[in-house]
């Protein structure tokens, strides 16, 4: 009888729990989130840009050996107390990497 119990009991709780999971509407992402890197902190970023909206210098960076065979994804613009930045994701076959290149196109760390 025991076993019988905590079966239906356990099997109530998955039911409830998996529907929590699902019933919760999906709320939209806030316009300026604000992120904490170590150790300066990061302001609201802007919307994405597409490839063509970053400045010359970031994209010939871009296209050197170094990011050779990586395909873009995309970038935004963060301003951090330390300066801005634009955080670019490159796809490079099954793994996403994030580059941080300053308007000079250099690396920033």
């Known amino acids: 009888?025991?076993?019988v119990i905590l079966s239906a009991s356990i099997l109530v709780l998955g039911a409830i729990a998996a529907n929590a999971q699902t019933a919760a509407p999906a709320?939209?992402?806030?316009a300026a989130v604000k992120e904490t890197t170590a150790p300066a902190a990061v302001k609201a970023e802007e919307p994405?840009?597409?490839?063509?909206?970053?400045p010359e210098?970031?994209?010939?960076?871009?296209?050197?050996d170094e990011f050779k065979g990586m395909?873009?994804?995309?970038?935004?613009?963060v301003k951090a107390e330390a300066g801005e930045f634009y955080g670019i994701s490159l796809k490079q076959a099954d793994k996403t990497v994030v580059v941080k290149l300053n308007k000079e196109g250099k690396k920033v760390n």
Do not use: C, I, N, Y
Request: proline fraction near 7%; avoid cysteine.
């Open 1 to 3: 009888m025991k076993k």
């Open 71 to 77: 395909e873009f994804v995309s970038a935004k613009l």
């Open 48 to 54: 994405s840009l597409k490839l063509e909206e970053l």
């Open 57 to 64: 210098a970031v994209r010939k960076t871009l296209a050197t």
């Open 27 to 30: 709320t939209p992402a806030p």
